[in-house]
Each structure stands twice: as structure tokens, then as C-alpha cells.
T-cell receptor, first 114, second 115 residues
Framework: AQTVTQSQPEMSVQEAETVTLSCTYD???????LFWYKQPPSRQMILVIR??????QNATENRFSVNFQKAAKSFSLKISDSQLGDTAMYFC???????????FGTGTRLQVTL | KAGVTQTPRYLIKTRGQQVTLSCSPI?????VSWYQQTPGQGLQFLFE???????NKGNFPGRFSGRQFSNSRSEMNVSTLELGDSALYLC??????????????FGPGTRLTVL
């Protein structure tokens, strides 16, 4: 069975600052994919970033980057130059093999303040 | 390209009734997955359909069922509704063209309230 743990229920960051959201996971599979999704208040879930487990290089998407530590089963998300529009619930998710079944963490509510 | 669409967006039902939710995937996407989101249980996988066949199923009672049509559109049905079925139901689609895991793209969800 797969598990995903997000230990930070809420976080706050000032505009233009950098924040890191933590995620740890557990799976016995060798072939898996990790995702960060963002769910703004009353709006739909959108993909932030994706990481294939077989790739050693950390994924980046503009202001968003991950620190993927495969041995430690850790997958943190760094948001640089935080913007008010980054305020949302952030979910870490795991998908193994070819199965289209995401296992989600409990989420981290991020508030970006002025 | 249009995103994943879900209808209806909001639904109010009473206990014991049944409900059908609809999902239209992104054009060309062949896999549709359904998730239930509640404050208490978080996001939980319901089932996944690929080429009109249920490929994966989560740990939900048989009252929850689904199907996929030849155009990849999917419906899920919940019979004999219970108060605990109140949730946001999310549909996600992915391409699944090459046998590897593609990214899932989510719709806006259907908010179901059971009274």
C-alpha cells in the first residue's frame, strides 16, 4: 500500500519570500511518479509540478521546484518569490506504475500575506 | 483545448435517493478517474476507467459505481445516498497513450449535499 504524509497543515509566507512545503511517501514500487497539485479556495485542482522517480534531476517549473530525495522518500516543494495568487491548498500525490490512481496527502494550506 | 468538465456543479439530494454525476475528459484523453474529497477523509480514489473498462477500484461500497462510454465520457452513480456521501466529487482525465503514467488533469468537481 502507498502512503503520503504532509506534516504541515498550515503555513504562511510573505509576498516575495520563499517557502518550502514538506512531503514524505512510502511505496514498495520502483516505478512511480510524484506530483504537487494546488487547489485554490473554491477553485479547481491544478497541477503544479511532476517528478518521475527514475529521474535524478529535480523538476522545476518557473518559481516552483522540488527537492526529491529518493532514498529518504522525501519530496518537498519550494515556492520562490511567493505571490498572493499562490494562496491555496497544496496536495502531494503519488502514483505507481501505470495505474492512474493517485494517493494524496492531507494537504498544506498556504497563505501568502502582504 | 477545453479542460475536464463536470456536470452538474452542485446537487442537493435526500437520503435514500440516487444520483448520477457526469464527466467529460479533455479531448483525446482515454482514462478517467474519480475521487471523493471530504474534510474528514481528504481525497480518496473511487475508480478509474480506461477504454470503457474499470481498471482500478478504490475501497468504497458497491453503492458507488461508474461507467465509461466509447467517447471516453464517464458517469458515476451513487445509490441509496447516505449523509456521509456529502462531498466534492472530482473527475480527472489523462492521456494514457503509451502504457506509462500520464498526468491527471482535474475538473471543477460536483458538490453533492445529502440532506
Amino acid at each position: 500500500a502507498q502512503t503520503v504524509t504532509q506534516s504541515q497543515p498550515e503555513m504562511s509566507v510573505q509576498e516575495a519570500e520563499t517557502v518550502t512545503l514538506s512531503c514524505t511517501y512510502d511505496t514498495s514500487e520502483n516505478n512511480y511518479y510524484l506530483f504537487w497539485y494546488k487547489q485554490p479556495p473554491s477553485r479547481q485542482m491544478i497541477l503544479v509540478i511532476r517528478q518521475e522517480a527514475y529521474k535524478q534531476q529535480n523538476a522545476t517549473e518557473n518559481r516552483f521546484s522540488v527537492n526529491f530525495q529518493k532514498a529518504a522518500k522525501s519530496f518537498s516543494l519550494k515556492i520562490s518569490d511567493s505571490q498572493l495568487g499562490d494562496t491555496a491548498m497544496y496536495f502531494c500525490a503519488l502514483c505507481t506504475g501505470t495505474a492512474s490512481k493517485l494517493t494524496f496527502g492531507t494537504g498544506t494550506r498556504l497563505q501568502v500575506t502582504l | 483545448k477545453a479542460g475536464v468538465t463536470q456536470t452538474p456543479r452542485y446537487l442537493i439530494k435526500t437520503r435514500g435517493q440516487q444520483v448520477t454525476l457526469s464527466c467529460s475528459p479533455i479531448s483525446g484523453h482515454r482514462s478517467v478517474s474519480w475521487y471523493q474529497q471530504t474534510p474528514g477523509q481528504g481525497l480518496q480514489f473511487l475508480f478509474e476507467y480506461f477504454s470503457e473498462t474499470q481498471r482500478n477500484k478504490g475501497n468504497f461500497p458497491g453503492r458507488f459505481s461508474g461507467r465509461q462510454f466509447s467517447n471516453s465520457r464517464s458517469e458515476m452513480n451513487v445509490s441509496t445516498l447516505e449523509l456521509g456521501d456529502s462531498a466534492l466529487y472530482l473527475c480527472a482525465s489523462s492521456l494514457e497513450a503509451g502504457g506509462h503514467t500520464d498526468t491527471q488533469y482535474f475538473g471543477p468537481g460536483t458538490r453533492l449535499t445529502v440532506l
